[in-house]
């Protein structure tokens, strides 16, 4: 099955040898997301802001492959501080709708550029 960069202007560039995301078929893997604005490409400031931009960034790639946040089946949320998890969950639900994605959460030592909060997804395309 042949693989597909998917690229959107309106998410931040990658900032390694990576693409924004990879579509296989009707499965497309969208690399890890920090808050960063992408007309600037800095980071924005706080644990919600960042979750938020996060959010935004996930939306703008997933449109760009042809789906959006409710085609998510999985996400995993990287937090450099466990004790963030009820506003990072708060403002999730405020981007997503039942049935949910499965989910993982992880805490971690540290993320690139000293973001607060990273989150990954696979996206399943009708």
Same mark, same amino acid.
């Given at each position: 099955?042949?693989?597909? !960069?998917?690229?959107? =202007?309106?998410? $931040?560039?990658?900032?390694?040898?990576?693409?924004? @995301?990879?579509?296989?078929?009707?499965?497309?893997?969208?690399?890890?997301? /920090?808050?960063?604005?992408?007309?600037?490409?800095?980071?924005?400031?706080? /644990?919600?802001?960042?979750?938020?931009?996060?959010?935004? !960034?996930?939306?703008?790639?997933?449109?760009? @492959?042809?789906? *959006?946040?409710? *085609?998510?089946?999985?996400?995993? /949320?990287?937090?450099?501080?466990? #004790?963030?998890?009820? #506003?990072?969950? *708060?403002?999730?639900?405020?981007?997503?709708? &039942?049935?949910? $994605?499965?989910?993982?959460? %992880?805490?971690? &030592?540290? %993320?690139? #550029?000293?973001?607060?909060? =990273?989150?990954? @997804? /696979?996206?399943?395309? =009708?």
């Amino acid at each position: 099955m042949p693989r597909e !960069n998917v690229h959107s =202007e309106a998410a $931040p560039k990658a900032i390694g040898p990576y693409s924004q @995301a990879v579509r296989c078929g009707s499965t497309v893997y969208l690399a890890g997301q /920090i808050g960063l604005d992408p007309s600037s490409m800095e980071l924005v400031s706080g /644990i919600e802001a960042q979750t938020r931009r996060v959010f935004e !960034n996930l939306r703008a790639v997933a449109q760009a @492959a042809g789906g *959006d946040l409710g *085609d998510f089946a999985k996400l995993t /949320i990287y937090l450099v501080d466990l #004790r963030e998890f009820g #506003r990072v969950n *708060d403002i999730m639900a405020s981007y997503f709708k &039942a049935p949910y $994605p499965a989910r993982a959460t %992880l805490g971690v &030592a540290s %993320l690139p #550029r000293g973001a607060l909060v =990273e989150v990954d @997804a /696979i996206m399943h395309l =009708e």
